[in-house]
């Protein structure tokens, strides 16, 4: 009776074991099948072109519109007085004032004689200039502010000019035949940028590309939603004004449009179009 026992305990032993043996045997058959079979099908999802353009056209939109971002932050971080006193804004104490004296053929005059005078004082403070045969002359190390310039030569009128010296030099001056004097108001007053103006203008510029920066950011996301394709393509217009790094940003954003313009029917709009 107990060797009877013990083969049953020992067989009941065996048979369990070789039961736990085969189910785990059967789990580690089928992991390995559902892992292959999913890995298939994400291998058909990548390979379908119209889905591997709008990826490739969704990450350069946001790419571009990244560029935006950067470039809008630099903007708003950059100082303005930097511009300011950069030499486009910056005043010259003195200049050489140079010109051209012609008659009213056009040819030049030679010989005139030309006089710098002080407004306030009404003393001359620059003389015994003569225009050349090509009727140009010059003033060497003027200040810059409000002056009189008397032109003279016998059988012309007396030309006085009022101006005030600029880079650019003075307009030609026209000698007319006859007696007298004559007038000729040359004075124009600008005035420079002030420090407010080149705040509010750059603060301005990077709040507009930021904005369109952003706009470009959500059109990188209406690509991958393909609901709307006119929406998307006008959010895609918009961030092109980010200007990210200059060119670089809207050339990625304009060939992001191409792309998604060879797949717009899979777009949902598209699609109720062509249904109807």
């Given at each position: 009776m107990r060797q009877r026992v013990r083969s049953k305990?020992?067989?009941?032993?065996?048979?369990?074991?070789?039961?736990?043996?085969?189910?785990?045997?059967?789990?580690?058959?089928?992991?390995?099948?559902?892992?292959?079979?999913?890995?298939?099908?994400?291998?058909?999802?990548?390979?379908?072109?119209?889905?591997?353009?709008?990826?490739?056209?969704?990450?350069?939109?946001?790419?571009?519109?990244?560029?935006?971002?950067?470039?809008?932050?630099?903007?708003?971080?950059?100082?303005?007085?930097?511009?300011?006193?950069?030499?486009?804004?910056?005043?010259?104490?003195?200049l050489d004032i140079h010109g051209f004296v012609l008659d009213e053929a056009g040819e030049p005059v030679a010989n005139v004689s030309i006089e710098l005078v002080d407004i306030d004082s009404g003393s001359a403070i620059k003389q015994n200039i003569f225009s050349d045969e090509n009727g140009r002359y010059v003033i060497d190390a003027v200040l810059v502010q409000e002056y009189e310039l008397h032109l003279e030569k016998t059988g012309y009128e007396t030309v006085i000019l009022l101006f005030v010296p600029e880079p650019i030099g003075i307009s030609p001056i026209t000698m007319v035949a006859g007696d007298g004097e004559r007038v000729v108001d040359d004075y124009t007053k600008t005035e420079g940028w002030s420090l407010d103006n080149a705040v509010a203008l750059a603060?301005?510029?990077g709040l507009f590309t930021l904005g369109c920066a952003l706009v470009g950011v959500h059109a990188s996301f209406e690509i991958k939603r393909k609901k709307r394709y006119r929406r998307t393509q006008a959010l895609c217009w918009v961030g092109l004004f980010s200007r990210g790094m200059i060119i670089f940003g809207p050339t990625l954003i304009l060939v992001g449009m191409i792309l998604i313009m060879f797949n717009k029917e899979d777009f949902a709009d598209q699609q109720v179009e062509e249904a109807l």
């Open positions: 305990l020992i067989d009941s032993r065996i048979a369990s074991r070789k039961r736990e043996q085969q189910a785990e045997g059967e789990i580690v058959v089928q992991a390995p099948q559902l892992e292959e079979v999913g890995f298939l099908e994400l291998n058909e999802q990548e390979l379908t072109d119209g889905e591997r353009r709008r990826r490739i056209a969704s990450a350069l939109v946001m790419i571009g519109a990244l560029m935006g971002i950067l470039s809008g932050t630099l903007i708003l971080q950059g100082n303005p007085s930097g511009l300011l006193n950069s030499s486009i804004f910056q005043s010259t104490d003195s603060t301005f510029e």
